[in-house]
C-alpha cells in the first residue's frame, strides 16, 4: 500500500538555521505530494505542493522538490523563524484524491 | 478564498449529551471530509462526502453520525460518545477534480468527553 515515511522528531534549530525536514514515500503511479502545517491549538494549513516529477513547491520560504528517482519530497528552508515553530506534515494522495496518506508528522523547534 | 470554517471551536459533552460539530466552505468544493485527529497523531479520515453524497466511511463506530445538507455544510452529529473520542475533529474540502485534488483543513474542533 501507500505510505509517508518523516523523519522523527523533534527538529531543534536556532533562529536563521538551515532546515531540511526528510520525507519518503511508496506509491503506485504518480502521486500528488504535499506539505501541510500545523501550528499549536491550529488545523492543517496547505504549505505546498507538487504534482508530478521535478515540479518544486515553494511558498513563505520554504519549497520541496518531487523527486521520483529516489521518492523523496524533503521539506528546506533557508533560515527558520521561531514563528515557524510547528508540526510539519508530509501527505501524498494517490489519484484515488479522496484520500490523503499522511507520514507521523515532525515537530519543528525554532529558539531566538 | 481557501477557508475552512468550523464551530464551535471547543466542546465538552458527557457521555449521554447529543451534540453537532459543523463545517462551511465557499470555495464551491463538491468533496467534504472529516478527520479525527489525536494529539501527536497525524489526522485519521473518518467520512468523505461527494457531490453530497457518503463515499467513504472509515468503519467510524455509529455514535459518530455526518450529515451533508448541501455543498456547503456538513456537519457531524455526536450521540453516546466514549472519554477516548476525546480528540480534534477537523473538517475539509477539495474539488473533484484530479488535477485539482487539495485539501484545505478548517481550525477544527477541539473535543472534550467526560
Known amino acids: 500500500g501507500n505510505s509517508v515515511t518523516q523523519m522523527e522528531g523533534p527538529v531543534t534549530l536556532s533562529e536563521e538555521a538551515f532546515l531540511t525536514i526528510n520525507c519518503t514515500y511508496t506509491?503506485?503511479?504518480?502521486?500528488?505530494l504535499f506539505w501541510y502545517v500545523q501550528y499549536p491549538g491550529e488545523g492543517l494549513q496547505l504549505l505546498l505542493k507538487?504534482?508530478?516529477?521535478?515540479d518544486k513547491g515553494s511558498n513563505k520560504g520554504f519549497e520541496a522538490t518531487y523527486r521520483k528517482e529516489t521518492t523523496s519530497f524533503h521539506l528546506e528552508k533557508g533560515s527558520v523563524q521561531v514563528s515557524d515553530s510547528a508540526v510539519y506534515f508530509c501527505?501524498?494522495?494517490?489519484?484515488?484524491?479522496?484520500?490523503?496518506?499522511f507520514g507521523t508528522g515532525t515537530r519543528l523547534l525554532v529558539s531566538p | 478564498d481557501t477557508e475552512v470554517t468550523q464551530t464551535p471551536k471547543h466542546l465538552v459533552m458527557g457521555m449521554t449529551n447529543k451534540k453537532s460539530l459543523k463545517c462551511e466552505q465557499h470555495?464551491?468544493?463538491?468533496?467534504m471530509y472529516w478527520y479525527k485527529q489525536k494529539a501527536k497523531k497525524p489526522p485519521e479520515l473518518m467520512f468523505v462526502?461527494?457531490?453530497?453524497?457518503?463515499?467513504i466511511n472509515e468503519s467510524v463506530p455509529s455514535r459518530f453520525s455526518p450529515e451533508c445538507p448541501n455543498s456547503s455544510l456538513l456537519n457531524l452529529h455526536l450521540h453516546a460518545l466514549q472519554p477516548e473520542d476525546s480528540a480534534l475533529y477537523l473538517c475539509?474540502?477539495?474539488?473533484?477534480?484530479?488535477?485539482?485534488?487539495?485539501?484545505?483543513f478548517g481550525p477544527g474542533t477541539r473535543l472534550l468527553v467526560l
Open positions: 475539509a474540502s477539495s474539488q473533484e477534480d484530479r488535477s485539482q485534488e487539495t485539501q484545505y
Open positions: 506509491a503506485t503511479g504518480y502521486p500528488s
Open positions: 507538487a504534482t508530478k516529477a521535478d
Open positions: 501527505a501524498l494522495s494517490d489519484g484515488s484524491f479522496q484520500k490523503l496518506v
Open positions: 470555495m464551491g468544493h463538491r468533496a
Open positions: 462526502y461527494s457531490y453530497e453524497k457518503l463515499s
